[in-house]
């Protein structure tokens, strides 16, 4: 009897400091995202071009938890649907620039917002049939902006997330898009 | 440092799939063809086009790079555009616009730096009134159109790179379009030049002249000409979409031709035809 008062005393001292392990805090400072998504050009432009697979990438630095800035590239691919001829026939476009994203964290969860300049390439003229790029021009400026969730997994290093970014290309006759993503971070 | 060799990379990943020499440009025709329509005699007419590709100036290192060339290779004549510095495709829309179905032919030819090709002017057997007329490069064949409809297709650029080879076998050659035409060219390593046909000389035999060309010589298309036939009314749209492998055309492409026309080369082709033929008395 004796024993057994002794053992459980112990069991119900070690039961009493073990209380539940608090999560790791997510890493900050340089950071990567590699991420995979589509993009869908609005408006006017969506009847001359199909959604279109896309890929992401971040690059950048938390100058604190609640702001990053970094830079951007992106490419995606999309069927032209210009009147035939041509028929069946795609192009790639490009934008790379620098950006800016504001964050709020809860626990495991944290959203942004963020917004930034560019430049956007088109690989060929196939949108000069409906004057959405004038002959000889290829290159724009580029802006964006857009918000997104993100979740922290286990690894301090590793979150995985969720964006969409509008976009517009003023010298493609201001074309708009929205570029949505799957992403994953990495932060050193 | 681990994170700017991730920028590093991906700057150098971007360049290289923007900097891609591989991707197409599209040159819309100026303007569509119409065929099919009954004239004052009862008779279709037939809509002939030509598109010249604009390639610029030729650089001073190119023209040493070619003359270097055709030093090695004299007395062959070099071109500014050989094969395979362009690798061009035709795609066109067929709208037949009567309320019958109908067929339509499109038939290829072109013209390079030193000759044109018109089969229509050339006549290789004037003895014989039944004989086939001369062919075309590419094309040709009745393609359905239903009545209303809408029919799509295209050139490739293997037809294309086949095309220009043929056009200088027959026109710098002198080998007879429909060997040239009926035989597989387009990896041919080169060709050899014979004697100018005679169609009005009775058993006359062509015999090899010069040096074989060889395929650093082949001279590339720089014209594509059309010709559009109908049995019912009906409209041609084509564009011609070309990857540029040398970086020769003009990057404002037919604009170049009316904005910045001195930067353009102007090619004064001759039209083929080595034998006028007289029919026969």
Redo the contacts between chains.
């Keep these: 009897m004796h024993r057994f008062v002794v053992i459980a005393g112990a069991l119900a001292v070690l039961a009493a400091r073990s209380d539940t392990a608090r999560a790791r805090p997510a890493s900050t400072g340089?950071?990567?995202e590699g991420g995979l998504g589509a993009v869908a050009f609005l408006s006017k432009a969506s009847k001359d071009a199909k959604l279109g697979p896309a890929f992401n990438?971040r690059?950048g630095?938390d100058l604190f938890s609640w702001l990053s800035v970094g830079?951007t590239?992106a490419?995606s691919s999309h069927e032209a649907t210009v009147p035939?001829?041509?028929?069946g026939?795609w192009f790639?476009l490009?934008r790379?620039g620098a950006d800016a994203r504001l964050t709020g964290s809860f626990q495991r969860i944290a959203v942004f917002a963020e917004g930034g300049l560019g430049l956007a390439?088109i690989?060929?003229?196939?949108l000069?049939?409906v004057m959405i790029t004038d002959?000889?021009e290829s290159r724009s400026i580029a802006f964006q902006a857009g918000a997104g969730v993100e979740y922290q997994l286990e690894n301090r290093h590793y979150a995985v997330g969720l964006a969409g970014d509008g976009f517009v290309i003023p010298q493609f006759d201001a074309i708009r898009g929205i570029d949505s993503r799957l992403y994953l971070r990495y932060t050193? | 440092m681990?994170?700017l060799s991730?920028?590093s990379i991906?700057?150098t990943?971007?360049a290289g799939?923007?900097g891609?020499a591989n991707?197409?440009?599209?040159i819309?025709a100026p303007d569509t063809m119409e065929a099919g329509v009954v004239d004052m005699t009862g008779a279709r007419n037939e809509a002939k086009a030509s598109l010249t590709l604009p390639i610029k100036l030729e650089s001073g290192d190119d023209r040493r790079a070619r003359d270097a060339l055709a030093a090695t290779l004299d007395p062959v004549l070099v071109p500014y555009v050989k094969v395979g510095d362009i690798e061009v495709e035709i795609?066109?829309?067929i709208t037949n616009l009567d309320d019958n179905d109908g067929q339509a032919k499109i038939e290829l030819n072109g013209a390079n730096e030193y000759f044109s090709y018109d089969p229509s002017i050339l006549v290789l057997d004037p003895n014989d009134d039944e004989a086939p007329p001369t062919p075309g490069l590419a094309g040709d064949v009745p393609i359905d159109v239903a009545a209303g409809r809408?029919v799509?297709g295209?050139f490739t650029e293997d037809q294309l790179r086949e095309a220009s080879i043929d056009l200088d076998q027959i026109t710098r050659g002198n080998i007879n379009p429909f060997r040239a035409t009926l035989t597989i060219s387009k990896n041919a390593a080169s060709f050899q030049p014979v004697t100018a046909p005679m169609p009005d000389v009775a058993d006359y035999e062509q015999t090899p002249v010069g040096p074989e060309v060889p395929r650093e010589a082949f001279a590339e298309m720089t014209r594509i000409d059309l010709v559009f036939k109908a049995d019912r009314h009906m409209v041609l749209?084509?564009?011609v979409?070309v990857r540029d492998l040398r970086g020769i055309l003009h990057?404002?492409?037919?604009?170049a031709v009316t904005e910045k026309p001195d930067e353009l080369t102007m090619f004064m082709p001759m039209e083929y035809n080595p034998a006028p033929a007289t029919p026969a008395l």
């Excluded at chain 1, 035939?84 to 028929?87: R, V």
């Excluded at chain 2, 990057?251 to 604009?255: I, S």
């Design positions: 340089w950071f990567a990438l690059v630095r830079v590239l490419a035939p001829p041509p028929e026939e790639q490009y790379g390439v690989s060929s003229n196939i000069g049939k002959p000889g050193y | 681990r994170a991730s920028v991906a700057l990943g971007l799939l923007v891609c991707d197409p440009v599209y819309p795609e066109w829309t809408r799509s295209l749209a084509y564009d979409r990057e404002l492409l037919l604009t």
